[in-house]
């Protein structure tokens, strides 16, 4: 920054001189040097906005039901005694199949990415996967509500229920009527949208190892296979779980499309079958209709659950993939 | 001979799978623009722009809905882009490498994933319930709260990509910071910064979540912004879920307005990446 330091004495000498023009530059560099700076410090009091906001709108739900807020799974307007069990039960369980279903399928398009795609492929096949993401997520709950659960209601799941149902375990996952909508059709359709997400963050940090070691495996003579599984994927561990922790966010917070397939039943069944609820869907759907403090209050109080699971997921994968960031500048 | 063979097949294996997952994540867009075209080109005419949404049963548009959709999206950008344009210019020129910036990168990231029914719940919380009713204007609002963050991401991004020499031969000639950022770096990163602008509006015009209680619906023409107000992401939600032919209709018609409107934008958006990294000779 010697250049800079040497331009700041150059204009000190000039302002020394205090013409008109220099006095007027000073005070528009001291306005847009402060409204920079107040604009960022918005951004903090956005967050901190909505994290107060919600705490306050919360309070009296929690001030009434303490710790069985969290434990029951009760959910009665009418006797006005609310649980969050059920959409907690429901937010973790859908989001937590989708990605056991959105993990490997990413994990395979940042493959064919990155590694097997030729080169005059690779760029529309990459737009194609990013204007998935593009798709509002309403437009996935209206796909999912009228193309995938009749789909799977008149395929999938009976072949599920009759095929995994009658063994032990396992099978009660798989119990109960087809009904279409319900836990299962939410994490398939959460899996679809998380996917764009997870696959380009793969994609992203298989680019940052550097080709050194890459062409070490293959001088070995590994296979294309092996360079990937035992070079790529643990010089970029961490960046991954980073990857995948954000599609979770993504997940756990998701809520029309959830609102649309789910069946917004506020109880906790065995069967991934079963329709249930989320905290998203329940606020989404609940919540203009919501009479009373106490109700308003508990949605609410769903709410700030949501803000809480998503932050501690969302600041993990951050970190995680700061982690990755620094090794990679380190490497260079 | 056998291991070679068995880690060559494993290889042909795991590549193939990597290409049916493509194939899968293709399938997917593929059978989303199917259907919306199968069910929303049959609705598609001229009564659409020209008339506002029904009562069940009669034939309507969709024109108070795309009307309200189109001013909370440019209110929503016109306050929350130029602010984080300020904010990502903070970021990467007069916060550089501070501490404080480091902080609000983080915060800003968090608010980028943050569940967006919660920025519903916030802007009802401190707009609806003070203004005691459900309004365009609150609408509007956590529509810019969802733009800000997309916006600072993206400014910040393309300022880093500015060349250093450039900044230095603007300081070297006696020019302020301002003038360097807004006459030099600004112009250099246009592209880029369109490119952030055209992504959030892409982003927000699709948001159905945080207008559920802050915008509402309205059954009826409305331009006050003072007043609940039609748009195209809850007439889908509300339509779609209805029992009645003519709604569920307008709903799929709306559907691939929106979407086609969105698609166009992304595309148009990365065709201006493509430019620019031709422009500065990257990739």
Redesign the interface.
């Known amino acids: 920054m010697a250049?800079?330091r040497?331009?700041a004495t150059?204009?000190g000498r000039?302002a020394a001189t205090e013409s008109r023009h220099a006095a007027a530059?000073?005070v528009?560099?001291r306005?847009?040097?402060g409204?920079?700076?107040?604009?960022?410090?918005?951004?903090?009091t956005?967050?901190g906005?909505?994290a107060v906001?919600?705490i306050?709108?919360a309070w009296p739900a929690f001030a009434r039901f303490k710790l069985a807020f969290l434990t029951e799974s009760i959910w009665n307007p009418v006797t006005e005694r609310f649980g969050a069990l059920a959409p907690v039960y429901g937010t973790l369980v859908t989001s937590f199949i989708a990605m056991l279903f959105a993990v490997?399928?990413?994990?395979?398009?940042a493959?064919?990415?990155t590694e097997?795609?030729p080169s005059w492929l690779k760029r529309p096949?990459g737009?194609?996967?990013?204007?998935?993401a593009?798709?509002?997520?309403?437009?996935?709950?209206?796909?999912g509500?009228?193309?995938l659960s009749p789909l799977l209601q008149h395929s999938v799941q009976p072949w599920l229920i009759e095929v995994l149902g009658p063994l032990p375990v396992l099978g009660k996952l798989f119990q109960g009527p087809p009904f279409g909508i319900g836990i299962f059709t939410a994490a398939l359709v959460l899996a679809?949208m998380v996917?764009?997400f997870v696959?380009a963050v793969m994609r992203d940090v298989f680019e940052t190892v550097p080709d050194v070691l890459k062409e070490s495996g293959y001088g070995l003579g590994a296979?294309?296979?092996?360079v990937?599984?035992k070079v790529v994927v643990p010089y970029t561990r961490t960046g991954m779980v980073g990857g995948i922790m954000?599609g979770l966010?993504?997940a756990?917070?998701?809520?029309?499309a959830v609102?649309?397939v789910i069946g917004n039943a506020h109880r906790i069944s065995t069967s991934l079958l079963a329709p249930g609820t989320t905290i998203?869907a329940s606020?989404?759907n609940e919540?203009?209709e919501a009479v009373g403090d106490l109700y308003t209050s508990s949605l609410?109080a769903l709410?700030a659950l949501?803000?809480f699971i998503?932050?501690a997921v969302?600041?993990a994968a951050?970190y995680m993939l700061l982690r990755l960031d620094r090794k990679a500048l380190s490497s260079v | 001979m056998s291991r070679r063979l068995r880690?060559?097949m494993?290889?042909v294996v795991?590549?193939s799978?990597?290409?049916?997952?493509?194939l899968?994540?293709?399938a997917?867009?593929g059978?989303?623009l199917w259907?919306?075209f199968k069910?929303g080109l049959a609705g598609m005419s001229t009564t659409l722009f020209t008339q506002s949404t029904p009562p069940p049963g009669s034939t309507g548009g969709l024109l108070n809905a795309i009307y309200g959709s189109v001013v909370m999206t440019l209110i929503g950008i016109l306050v929350g882009a130029p602010?984080?344009?300020?904010?990502g210019?903070?970021?990467a020129?007069?916060?550089r490498g501070t501490r404080?910036?480091s902080?609000?990168r983080?915060?800003?990231?968090?608010?980028l994933?943050?569940?967006?029914?919660?920025?519903g719940?916030?802007v009802?919380?401190?707009l609806v319930l003070r203004m005691g009713h459900f309004s365009a204007f609150a609408g509007a609002v956590s529509l810019a709260?969802i733009a800000?963050?997309v916006t600072?991401r993206t400014t910040e991004d393309m300022l880093n990509l500015v060349p250093q020499g450039m900044k230095?031969a603007s300081?070297?000639m006696?020019a302020?910071?301002?003038?360097t950022?807004?006459g030099v770096i600004y112009p250099a990163a246009r592209s880029g910064l369109v490119t952030g602008l055209l992504l959030s509006i892409?982003?927000i015009?699709?948001?159905?979540?945080p207008l559920?209680?802050t915008a509402?619906n309205n059954q009826f023409w409305s331009s006050n912004l003072n007043a609940p107000i039609a748009n195209l992401?809850v007439v889908?939600?509300q339509f779609?879920?209805s029992p009645y032919k003519n709604w569920q209709q307008l709903?799929?018609s709306a559907?691939l307005l929106?979407?086609l409107a969105?698609?166009a934008l992304?595309?148009l958006a990365?065709t201006l990446i493509s430019a620019l990294d031709a422009g500065t000779g990257r990739r």
């Not at chain 1, 490997?104 to 398009?109: K, Y």
């Not at chain 2, 602010?83 to 904010?87: D, E, H, K, N, S």
């Open positions: 250049v800079e040497l331009a150059a204009t000039v530059q000073r528009r560099e306005l847009f040097h409204a920079t700076f107040a604009a960022a410090i918005l951004v903090l956005v967050l906005g909505v906001s919600l306050s709108g490997p399928i990413s994990f395979g398009i493959v064919f990415l097997l795609a096949v737009v194609a996967i990013e204007l998935l593009a798709v509002p997520s309403i437009i996935f709950g209206v796909w509500l009228f193309v679809i996917i764009p696959s296979t294309t296979w092996e990937i599984w954000l966010g993504r756990l917070g998701e809520t029309m609102t649309f998203s606020i989404a919540f203009t609410i709410g949501l803000f998503t932050f969302i600041a951050r | 880690r060559k494993m290889n795991a590549l799978l990597s290409g049916v997952a493509t899968i994540g293709l997917f867009l059978a989303i259907t919306l069910n602010v984080g344009l300020l904010a210019t903070y970021l020129e007069y916060g404080l910036s902080v609000i983080f915060v800003n990231d968090v608010l994933s943050a569940p967006s029914i919660i920025i719940l916030f009802y919380e401190a709260i800000l963050p600072v230095d300081t070297a006696g302020y910071r301002w003038r950022i807004v892409a982003r015009s699709g948001e159905t979540a559920l209680f509402l992401p889908i939600f779609a879920l709903a799929w559907a929106i979407t969105i698609l992304s595309i990365r």
